[in-house]
């Protein structure tokens, strides 16, 4: 079992910037990682994950103002995320998929564990 619980969301003007956060009670280092976001009355959507062995993976649209690093020491996978624009409003959660040997991440990013969410809303 992993924990993950997310924050750092936050009601910002448009154009501004967020970091969230996901804390986990397991290794970052050792869990395919990642971020996805589902806004209101759509779909979730995956944003971007990383493998064990660091390699980083963004969703085509998300590429460019959304940045996912992890930091080891701390246990914890951050989304930075630039120039939010109004569609950025959403629910945003971190997931992982269970501890395993293989250092990729499978196709559409991890999915065994989720946090609760933590909500970014812009307005324009």
């Known amino acids: 079992q992993v924990n993950l619980v997310e924050s750092g969301g936050d009601s910002v003007q448009a154009g501004g910037s967020l970091t969230l956060s996901c804390s986990a009670d397991y290794s970052v280092s050792s869990l395919c990682m990642g971020w996805f976001r589902q806004p209101p009355g759509g779909q979730r959507e995956a944003i971007a994950y990383?493998?064990?062995?660091?390699?980083?993976t963004y969703a085509e649209s998300m590429k460019g103002r959304f940045t996912i690093s992890r930091v080891a020491a701390d246990n914890t996978l951050i989304l930075q995320i630039n120039s939010l624009k109004p569609e950025d409003t959403a629910m945003y959660y971190c997931?992982?998929?269970?501890?395993?040997?293989?250092?990729?991440?499978?196709?559409?990013?991890?999915?065994?564990?989720w946090g609760q969410g933590t909500q970014v809303t812009v307005s324009s």
């Open positions: 997931a992982a998929d269970h501890p395993s040997s293989r250092d990729w991440c499978p196709r559409g990013g991890p999915s065994d564990y």
């Open positions: 990383i493998s064990l062995r660091g390699e980083k």
